[in-house]
């Protein structure tokens, strides 16, 4: 939350001061340490404003606005919150509000969940969806609403329009959730939050919101069995719903004019895109549309075929790998979902392949060929091995060489890492990603990032959180040698990853449990995974609550910069043939997989003596964060 006053003393801030905007832009900076978009900026400066007013025409002055409220768990923010008291029951009452300067609003293709807007180049969601979403998740999040689900209503005001200009958005049903009033309807919104707010103090309602506590996130394994089976689990927001809105709409339009039109969505860690990928699959399932999932990660494909296929065969069919569809039928199927897409690869043939199959066919060329709507959800830093080449320039010109359009949606928010926007470009920084290098991290509230000095004090902090019941991970960088065959002679999992005194096993190699540890694709998910050191690959595409992260001797900090060392690698994969500079993007993709897992805190340990040092000038250690503490 950027600010909070009652509407009484903001319409006097705004009126005698004339500054909102410019506190606002100061209070945005100091959180989030970069400068607000031009059109956000606007928008304290025009519509704030036009609520305010109208709170105090409507005598609802004394009713507390928490403007830019940050939802639990995630970077998507509110306009606005209204916090007072229902009128009716003397009960908190909470009035979600998106503000919009639009004066017009178009369907987008007979779709009123998706709108066209004359200064947008690509369709945006319906803001009657938006705002209903926005409710929908805080009562699912902020447990001081868990037993008053009622309290809350949602509204989109968008008061530079008319009627007449956005009539058609009124296509999707209006509900207490999710409602909308234009400009020349004023007199009707004066009129609803006199029903929802009484003319007395929203403080308490607002300390109330603000104290609540967060409920843990629905993490994806948890749910997905209900999600793909029986009913919709998650909330999606956003560019999260327009992005599968405009899959649903590619489904239909496929289905009725025989058109083929590929998808790409596209976002970092913790962006939602295998959220979106289930509800996909989980609604065309239920519908009887034939679709399917396919992933070039051995470890989610297996654990989704466990989770969500327990013990039903027909679901677990569902679930398969990207070499699979070398031999499909062109357009056999109506949605093929391509989840963790930038795990392509170059061809699916591999060693076993026959040599009929041995075409030289692009693998992305398969997979498009094989539905009608391919839908593809990807993030390019999350490249890792050579040969992986999943970008959306390359999908739209195989979609281009197959004269077919691509529609690419963009996920900028961020559901992992606490929903903290400030940790990713914190980690991409670090790493040399993305920005000008490694900055000092400001803790923000949402996410939290400590240091050990050694993997005992890494391993000890994290049981103790697995003590307080939070699920809890250690990974590394592949820089020890991975014992593959397990004997029967053996009475307990090698212990590769040695370090000085400190030594245990990395994660099980096959798709069997032995010795008390989990298979390799369910390290991830099975309590008993915590025994074990998880690598890139089985970490890819999870999360858990708390994340340990051992940066071993690939990746050191020399003075002034990084240096990767590509002879401190053990992974298999690099071969003498992968040219210096996909290695060092490969090992520095690597730690980013691994530095963005953790939902709730991330704690780190370097076997280098001078990187260690570097991370402690950048890491500062409060008391209650001390892996000590």
Known sequence: MLFRESAASLADRTHLEGRLAELLTENFLHKHHHQPQPAEVRSWERSIPALTNALVEAGLGEVEMLLEYGLPLTSKRADVVLAGVHPTTGAPSYVVVELKQWSEAYPEEDDPLRCRVPAYPEPV??????????????????????????????????????????AGLRAITEDQRGRMFTGDQRGALLGYLRSRLASKPGAD??????????RPSKQLMAVA????????????????????ETVMAAIRQARRANNKQVVVVAGGPGSGKSVIALSLLGDLYRRGIPALHATGSQSFTKTMRKVAGARKPEVQRLFRYFNSFMEAEPNDLDVLVCDEAHRLRKTSANRYTKAALRTGRPQVAELIDAARVPVFLLDQHQVVRPGEMGTVEQIRQAAAEQGLGCTVVELDSQFRCGGSDAYLRWVTGLLGLEGDGPVMWEPDSKVQLLTAESPQELEDFLAARRAEDFGARISAGYCWKWTTKITPSMTALPPDVTIGGWARPWNLYGDRALLGAPPAPLWAT???????IGCVYTAQGFEYDWSGVIMGPDLVWRTDHWVVDRTASKDPSFTKSTPDDDVDRLVRNTYKVLLTRGMIGTIIYSTDPETREKLRSLIPLTGEESPQG
């Open 125 to 166: 969601l319906n803001p009657i969806e938006q705002v209903r979403g926005y409710c929908d998740y805080l009562v699912s999040f902020n447990g001081a609403l868990e037993r008053i689900p009622e309290s809350v209503a949602g509204v989109a005001y968008l008061h530079n329009a008319t009627e007449f200009g956005v």
């Open 205 to 214: 309602a607002a300390d109330a919101l603000l104290q609540g506590k967060v």
């Open 225 to 244: 069995a209900d999600e793909v089976r029986n009913r919709e689990q998650f909330v999606l927001l956003d560019e999260q719903r327009l992005a599968y």
């Open 526 to 532: 099975d309590p008993a995974g915590f025994g074990q």
